[in-house]
């Protein structure tokens, strides 16, 4: 991958509504990112990075959100099919997202200058810090997948506030990641509910 690319790439931006799916123990904490910092991610290898670094995943649509927390399983073949989990019950929120510095990288000529392709960034990147994690000499790559490493670099670089990517659960859906800590002026992500005591609850970020 192409990293050093970055720098001569344009932004785009982004505005609407975008989705998140979360138990409903954590609606008060709804747009929490800061353990995002430790938890390891498609794009951020969270606590074995050398440079930690927030980032919170929307998704385009509730379908979407759902497949992203695995509360959906299924194929976007098929969506007749769709099963939900049984184990747990999600709520999804209507985020107003307004961004003006993204990193498109479902644009075909993004994707050549960093030279990388749909399927490494859909790919596995669990396979690469498991090993590491659960010892025992497991086989496999081993360290920082290189979607986390694109991650680190789009953060790094301070031009972008998010990125868009093709989500790796299903696939006709895509997913914006926001980099909270890089959201600048009047930027924001926000959502807000009003609450059983009929009072409006507003969580934004930044």
């Keep these: 991958m192409n990293l050093e690319a ?3 790439l344009g932004s785009k931006p982004i505005t609407g509504v975008w989705y998140r799916a979360i138990l409903p123990k ?3 904490t709804s747009l929490q990112y800061s353990q995002t910092r430790e ?17 919170l ?5 509730p379908i979407g959100a759902l497949f992203e927390v695995e509360a959906l399983f299924g194929s976007s073949l098929n969506p007749s099919k769709f099963i939900s989990n049984p184990a747990a019950s999600y709520i999804t929120l209507n985020v107003q997202v307004e961004l ?6 479902t644009n075909l000529d993004n994707i050549r200058a960093l030279a990388t392709s749909a399927q490494e960034l859909t790919g596995d990147w669990r396979g690469y810090y498991l090993p590491t994690e659960l010892g025992g000499g497991r086989p496999g790559p081993a360290g920082i997948a290189p979607t986390q490493e694109l991650g680190a670099a789009i953060y790094a670089s301070g031009q972008f506030a998010g990125f868009l990517t093709r989500s790796a659960k299903i696939h006709d859906k895509l997913v914006l990641g926001v980099l909270p800590e890089r959201i600048v002026q009047s930027d924001f992500a926000r959502y807000h509910y009003t609450d059983a005591a009929g009072q409006e609850q507003i969580f934004k970020i930044p």
């Design 6 to 8: 970055l720098l001569g």
């Design 26 to 28: 954590f609606l008060t």
């Design 39 to 55: 938890v390891p991610s498609r794009f951020n290898a969270g606590r074995f990075s050398q440079n930690p670094f927030a980032t």
């Design 57 to 61: 995943y929307l998704a385009e649509d």
């Design 100 to 105: 003006r510095n993204v990193l498109d990288l």
